[in-house]
């Protein structure tokens, strides 16, 4: 019978080869983030520029199989609640 050791490393393997540990380390990144981030200062609105940018540079991360740091970029700067990228790369 395997010993909780094995079942640990074979469990952590598995989860890295599928690519779910990698996005699992990127959100809880970004909710520690999002906890230490100071809420009584409101965030400056994003002008339409910016959003360009940071679709830019979305598109980047996603292209050169950053998928990780694009989910953090996008949890970051809230890019869902102005509609300018699409539900389909959460």
């Not at 699992?24 to 520029?49: C, G, T, W």
């Not at 950053?66 to 699409?86: Q, R």
Request: proline share 2%.
């Amino acid at each position: 019978m395997a010993t909780v050791t094995e079942l640990k490393a074979v469990l952590k393997d598995t989860l890295e080869k599928k690519g779910v540990l990698g996005h699992l380390k990127a959100r809880i990144r970004a909710e520690v983030f999002n906890a230490l981030d100071d809420d009584r200062e409101p965030r400056p609105s994003l002008s339409h520029e910016n959003l360009l940018i940071n679709e830019l540079i979305r598109e980047y991360l996603e292209f050169n199989k950053y998928k990780y740091t694009a989910s953090v970029l996008i949890a970051d700067y809230d890019l869902f609640l102005t509609g300018f990228v699409s539900r389909s790369h959460e």
